[in-house]
């Protein structure tokens, strides 16, 4: 797995490509150069990591039973591999999470199955729910991959823990995903969960433009 580092001193953030994407996204389509300024300062150390997409929700030559299992095996190379190095690297407890688009999926379900690891989700223009991953089928893999199925579903003690996250949701008003970013913040908001959420008026906003002009302000 590879991945880039950028920055030397403040909360580390892990960057999630958009679907099916490689770690140097972030770096191509100058998202990065967007936050250099932070970085520069020391207020962010950005980690752009690789994603295996294309071998579990998006492998339609798989099936359906298998894709899960496979996205399993990349959150547990997340949870006892990166995250680890990442917080022994950085030297800090914080940690947030980035994601455009199916990384907005990732930032979010990194977040909302390790609070208190993962202290800020920002997620742009992001799809929550991987109901659409799997032709019908369904297991308790996929139910505990699937943001919109186990939040709706905690106990008062999760709750809490996702209370500490900062949650930050926006897309364009015209994003064909507008409705799933809505929906996610009301489902938050209905547990008792604060997010801040911005649906930007008159753009569609499922774009690099749009998230590369937005960033440095919401990350």
């Avoid at 953030?13 to 996204?25: H, K």
């Avoid at 202290?119 to 223009?125: E, G, H, I």
Wanted: glycine share 8%; with cysteine; aromatic share 16%.
């Amino acid at each position: 797995m590879e991945f880039l580092w950028f920055g030397w001193g403040g909360y580390p953030v892990i960057a999630f490509p958009t679907s099916m994407g490689r770690f140097v996204q972030y770096e191509d389509m100058h998202t990065v150069a967007h936050l250099q300024e932070k970085v520069d300062a020391g207020q962010m150390q950005l980690v752009c990591v690789d994603s295996v997409d294309e071998e579990s929700w998006y492998n339609n030559a798989a099936p359906p039973s298998e894709r899960g299992h496979r996205h399993a095996a990349y959150d547990a190379y997340l949870r006892n591999e990166l995250i680890p190095y990442v917080q022994r690297r950085a030297q800090r407890p914080d940690l947030g999470t980035f994601g455009c688009s199916f990384g907005a999926y990732h930032a979010a379900n990194l977040a909302g199955r390790y609070p208190g690891i993962v202290t800020k989700a920002v997620c742009f223009s992001g799809l929550y729910d991987i109901h659409r991953f799997l032709d019908g089928y369904w297991d308790d893999v996929d139910y505990y991959h699937c943001p919109t199925a186990y939040i709706a579903n905690m106990d008062a003690d999760w709750v809490q823990r996702l209370r500490d996250v900062d949650w930050v949701i926006a897309t364009g008003e015209h994003d064909s995903l507008v409705q799933a970013n809505q929906d996610f913040s009301e489902l938050l908001w209905r547990k008792g969960i604060p997010n801040h959420t911005e649906i930007w008026p008159g753009v569609f906003g499922h774009d690099w433009p749009f998230w590369n002009a937005n960033i440095s302000r919401l990350l």
